[in-house]
């Protein structure tokens, strides 16, 4: 299905929550399971076709409808219809019920629509919303399980087009165009049939083990380019969005290996009179005329104070040069035998970018082992080549790489120099590289040597090495996390250090408390085990907790609390009561082995933090 179909967002499987809903009194209160459905009209704007997975007929883009789940009928045909909250027109913002309300014994629908139009309800209800449209968003199945084309490429496209469909109606806007760069506009956004999106994850040799053997992890990213960002009026570079591999090769380290860092100084003069003159336009610049004024009367009552001759001769031969055009420093030389006191210095001009190269013997034992190869060549060849649009107006900026040097498995070699994110600006393959013409029988050549050259996108600041006293080679402050996301290495208030990560569903932080990395995809793309045991807020439950003082919300409505353990007092904690998160996400709360409850904090919008 393509992207610009009108679609639909969330259902009663999987994108439910439970609330307390009460009477009007306060009384008679029902715990019940309720969902949002969310409609897209693709890019078609306000008016386009609703439905896409599901629904039918015209549509208002971003009208959410909450239903209330009933099992007693079997199906979405028994559930309670409450109402439609709309992102524009005159009852934006609120949930209306439209149509025949249908009370079933319990809670009334006028009672469900109180509940939720509440202002604090509906800020939870607005984070509820935009959850279950970024996940559907990223979704490459609908929800009868066939396959469709995600509408979002990644977590930060997907954050994007669900304010712009929720908050304003439709993911098509006007300012799309600028804000995601000249990579992502309308006209380019087609690429050219027989365009690779994937490329396999590929190992060599065959008997390579990663556990026994140190190795380079070469990582194939789509190309995102950074965007302009504004702070309190200035302009700056944001940050390339978080990105997932799109296929991997691995190598054993080659020979030769080395980074060198540079920056660029260069020498600079500015004599007396150039600092006079300099000094005499900041004033200007800063304090107007008056201060312009006020430093000029300085500069002459110091010309004024130098005395001799000679300096009166040389202070007059300075301007006269000025004055005829000619050089000033040459015609003060010949008039006087002297020259101004250049004031010569070396400068800091920039940073430079890194180039890496290195060169690697592929000498196939086997006809699998040969294919491999063959792979190998292409996933380089390929990988660095730019991508035409379909129109073939524009050509698109080529994959780019993230390398990472391994050991014990996939661990970062602490002692070896870490990447950026990476260009390959040159692939050379020798397919004689011992110099002669050799084959095998099925026409392979018996060796190949490629060669491959490498430059960072961004220079080295001091701040990728971090702050610390570090005994390792590696960035302190970010590393890769081989999927393309970003960890950053930081410490809580008592020097517990944790990997910090960007979390890939509500782009909150995401703490891991472990000495060692995670693998956070699986190979289909979803949370592995590990990851989401290494996420756990264990002891999340009220009943372990004492001292607790609400002290702040989340932007989906959970409330943040600080707390004491009861078996820890002189310790403080923030987070969330598992109890409250139940009834809002019920997936993210599991029970212990000892009944009490946990939260898996990477399902939700907060941070389990030690204060």
């Not at 199906?75 to 025949?100: E, F, Y």
């Not at 087009?161 to 600028?178: C, M």
């Not at 309308?186 to 008997?207: D, H």
């Not at 420093?329 to 010569?344: D, E, L, V, W, Y």
């Amino acid at each position: 299905m393509s992207t610009d179909n009108p679609r639909t967002y969330g259902d009663r499987d999987n994108n439910t929550f439970v609330e307390t809903v009460c009477d009007s009194n306060g009384g008679n209160c029902h715990k019940n399971t309720y969902y949002w459905v969310v409609e897209d009209p693709g890019t078609g704007g306000l008016g386009g076709l609703g439905g896409g997975t599901g629904g039918t007929g015209l549509s208002t883009g971003g009208k959410a409808t909450l239903y209330r789940r009933n099992d007693t009928f079997g199906g979405q045909l028994g559930d309670v219809l409450i109402g439609t909250k709309d992102s524009t027109g005159p009852n934006a913002g609120k949930i209306v019920h439209g149509g025949t309300q249908v009370n079933l014994p319990g809670i009334s629908v006028e009672d469900d629509l109180a509940h939720f139009n509440k202002p604090d309800t509906m800020k939870r209800m607005n984070g509820q919303i935009k959850a279950t449209v970024q996940k559907g968003m990223l979704a490459t199945k609908d929800s009868d399980g066939n396959n469709v084309d995600p509408v979002a490429k990644n977590v930060p496209d997907a954050q994007k087009k669900t304010n712009d469909l929720v908050d304003k109606g439709s993911r098509t806007n006007p300012e799309d165009i600028e804000d995601t760069g000249t990579q992502d506009t309308a006209q380019i956004s087609e690429i050219n049939p027989g365009t690779r999106k994937q490329f396999p994850t590929l190992q060599y040799p065959s008997t390579l083990d990663p556990k026994k053997q140190d190795t380079i992890h070469f990582s194939m990213l789509e190309y995102s380019p950074k965007k302009l960002t504004s702070s309190d009026g200035l302009l700056g570079s944001g940050n390339r969005a978080d990105r997932k591999s799109i296929g991997s090769v691995t190598l054993p380290i080659p020979n030769g290996i080395k980074d060198g860092d540079r920056v660029e100084w260069g020498g600079d003069s500015m004599d007396a009179g150039a600092l006079a003159v300099a000094a005499i336009a900041f004033s200007a610049i800063t304090e107007g005329s008056k201060g312009a004024n006020a430093e000029l009367k300085k500069i002459m009552a110091g010309v004024r104070g130098i005395s001799g001759k000679g300096a009166e001769s040389a202070i007059g031969s300075y301007f006269t040069g000025a004055a005829t055009g000619k050089d000033k420093g040459k015609f003060m030389s010949r008039a006087t035998g002297q020259i101004m006191n250049p004031n010569m210095e070396l400068l800091f001009t920039g940073p430079s970018l890194r180039d890496f190269s290195f060169t690697f013997l592929l000498a196939p034992r086997d006809h699998k082992e040969a294919m491999v190869v063959m792979k190998i060549i292409r996933f380089f060849k390929q990988g660095m080549l730019p991508i035409r649009s379909k129109s073939n107006l524009f050509l698109k900026a080529p994959h780019t790489f993230q390398l990472k040097y391994q050991t014990n498995g996939t661990e970062n070699h602490k002692y070896l120099n870490s990447f950026k994110e990476c260009a390959l600006k040159s692939c050379d393959v020798n397919y004689t590289p011992e110099n002669s013409y050799s084959t095998y029988t099925d026409g392979v050549m018996t060796a190949y040597s490629i060669t491959l050259a490498f430059g960072e996108l961004e220079p080295i600041y001091n701040d990728d090495y971090g702050a610390g006293d570090e005994e390792h080679l590696n960035f302190s402050a970010k590393y890769d996390q081989g999927d393309g996301s970003i960890a950053e290495t930081k410490e809580t208030p008592d020097g517990t250090t944790y990997q910090s990560t960007i979390d890939p569903t509500f782009g909150h932080e995401i703490r891991t408390f472990t000495d060692k990395q995670t693998t956070i995809y699986d190979s289909d793309g979803n949370f592995t085990e590990e990851y989401r045991q290494s996420q756990t807020g264990g002891g999340s439950d009220i009943r372990i907790k004492e001292n607790i003082v609400k002290v702040s919300q989340s932007p989906s409505g959970l409330n943040i609390y600080e707390w004491n353990y009861k078996s820890a007092p002189n310790s403080r904690y923030r987070g969330v009561m598992a109890q409250e998160v139940m009834k809002v996400v019920p997936e993210a709360v599991y029970a212990e082995k000892d009944g009490f409850l946990s939260v898996y904090y990477n399902l939700i919008d907060v941070n389990m933090e030690l204060v």
